[in-house]
Antibody, heavy 127, light 112 residues
Framework: EVHLVESGGGVVKPGGSLRLACAAS????????ISWVRQAPGKGLDWVGL??????????DYAATVKGRFTISRDDSANTVYLQMNSLETEDTAIYYC??????????????????WGPGTLVTVSS | DIVMTQSPLSLPVTPGEPASISCRSSQSLLHSNGYNFLDWYLQKPGQSPQLLIY???NRASGVPDRFSASGSGTDFSLQISSVEPEDVGVYFCMQSLLTPYTFGQGTKLEMK
């Protein structure tokens, strides 16, 4: 059974940093694409970024609102993906979820269907 | 960025009755490979989102067959043939054709 657990959330002051972790089990982690999605209190879902698997170069993509401040990385030996968040702003306050993505490869690889989600970890940015 | 627009935003439904949610995208989600990169998610109260439908019309594993979806290009819909009390929650559509992947605003389904 696929299992994802986020950790590392907490309260941080504006301008501060935090590193979230997403620990995975129950599937072949090294072949998986992992995405981060966040949800501000009482709001909708907001895609944060994605990291591809090593065969696809481990490349990353980010939402414009976090690009240059957030970095996604992975440690396949530990079955863990990280979200390093720097220069945090009050607008970054949210529950952060990690998810697995299926990938359709016909020539190019395109993700779809975020099919497993962790319970989320709450990040609060406040002075 | 591709803008996803859902309607209605609130959907009161009587148990046993059908329900339908619309999702429109600001540009076509039909890839040259023939697939529409449009998914549907349900977030039940107090829970993480769960995948209902992927690639426009395919039910995810374990999803009851009262859920179905259709559409192509820019117009999509999710149908529930007979709403059950456990279907309460917020439904989101999401496109993964182009980054940044974007979600609709969400449709809150509640029981009358």
């Amino acid at each position: 059974e696929v299992h994802l657990v986020e950790s590392g959330g907490g309260v941080v002051k504006p301008g501060g940093s935090l590193r979230l972790a997403c620990a995975a089990s129950g599937f072949t982690f090294s072949n998986s694409w992992i995405s981060w999605v966040r949800q501000a209190p009482g709001k909708g879902l907001d895609w944060v970024g994605l990291i591809r698997d090593k065969p696809d170069g481990g490349a990353t993509d980010y939402a414009a609102t976090v690009k240059g401040r957030f970095t996604i990385s992975r440690d396949d030996s530990a079955n863990t993906v990280y979200l390093q968040m720097n220069s945090l702003e009050t607008e970054d306050t949210a529950i952060y979820y990690c998810t697995t993505a299926s990938v359709l490869t016909i020539g190019v690889s395109v993700p779809f269907g975020f099919d497993s989600w962790g319970p989320g970890t709450l990040v609060t940015v406040s002075s | 960025d591709i803008v996803m627009t859902q309607s209605p935003l609130s959907l009161p439904v009587t148990p046993g009755e059908p329900a339908s949610i619309s999702c429109r995208s600001s540009q076509s989600l039909l890839h040259s490979n023939g697939y529409n990169f449009l998914d549907w998610y349900l977030q039940k109260p107090g829970q993480s989102p769960q995948l209902l439908i992927y690639l426009g019309s395919n039910r995810a594993s374990g999803v009851p067959d009262r859920f179905s979806a259709s559409g192509s290009g820019t117009d999509f819909s999710l149908q529930i043939s007979s709403v059950e009390p456990e279907d309460v929650g917020v439904y989101f559509c999401m496109q993964s054709l182009l980054t940044p992947y974007t979600f609709g605003q969400g449709t809150k389904l509640e029981m009358k």
